[in-house]
């Protein structure tokens, strides 16, 4: 059984609420995501509780704050078990360098752009994640979360690449407008792929038939 590189994304208030789709999906994809709805409700029991699970946990806080801050979050973050968290990266290079030369080992920094998927592709989105991308690039993080359009470009820069905003064919895209398919996505570069409500409504179909 080859396990797909998707990150569920855990959004409610509850984890209870995802016991059967955790039961489904166990060793069918690589990881779940937990957000600030999950975060700001359970808490950090919530990540541990996944943890003692057996799942890879990526604890999408997207930080922006003051460097000191940062860093002592990211530092918390690792202890609680996470695998993999957001810093903004208009947090600046210094916030993202005490973040990357503080962490636990087992941690991985991802910068977030401020150019969400919730927002049009547009050359200006594509103007702002660069800039973006540029100074997470200079600081050494170990990747970034990139919209489907900039996934081809981003490449270039950086080895680890995780993209939300991923849509079956003929799916709703919901409060989405930068979209892509999960077939596209990796060819054109995401090492994994960030997926909600798309894969919650078609689990059958994303276990058994989406190749990837
Ligand atoms: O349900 P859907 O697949 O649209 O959920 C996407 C998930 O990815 C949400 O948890 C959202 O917070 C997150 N995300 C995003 N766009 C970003 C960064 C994170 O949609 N740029």
Redesign the pocket.
């Known amino acids: 059984m080859s396990v797909k590189p998707i990150f569920f ?3 409610s208030k509850k984890l209870s609420d995802f016991d059967v789709e955790l039961k489904m999906l166990k060793g069918h994809i690589y990881g779940v ?1 937990v ?3 999950l975060f700001t409700s359970e808490g950090p029991s919530a990540v541990e509780e996944l943890k003692k699970d057996g799942w890879n946990v990526f604890l ?1 806080l ?1 930080l922006h704050d003051i460097p000191n801050t940062v860093q002592a979050a990211t530092v918390n973050a690792g202890n609680i078990g996470a695998d993999f968290l ?1 810093i903004h990266i208009a947090s600046g290079k210094e916030a993202l360098d005490a973040a990357q030369e503080n962490k636990a080992k087992n941690i991985k920094i991802l910068g ?2 401020s ?4 927002k049009a592709s547009t050359p200006t989105t594509s103007d702002e994640v660069l800039k973006d991308f540029l100074i997470a690039k200079e600081s050494k993080i170990d990747g970034v ?1 990139c ?1 489907p359009s900039e996934i081809v470009s981003t490449k270039k820069l950086f080895n680890l690449i995780v993209t ?4 079956l064919e003929n799916d709703d ?4 407008k ?2 892509t398919t999960p077939e596209l996505a990796i060819q054109s570069g995401a090492d994994y792929l ?7 409504n078609n689990i059958e179909y994303v276990i058994k038939e989406l190749k990837l």
């Open positions: 994304a855990l959004d995501k957000g600030l709805e999408d997207k957001t977030v752009s150019a969400l998927t919730s979360i919209p939300p905003g991923i849509r895209i919901d409060d989405q930068n979209t960030v997926m909600g409500r798309s894969l919650r």
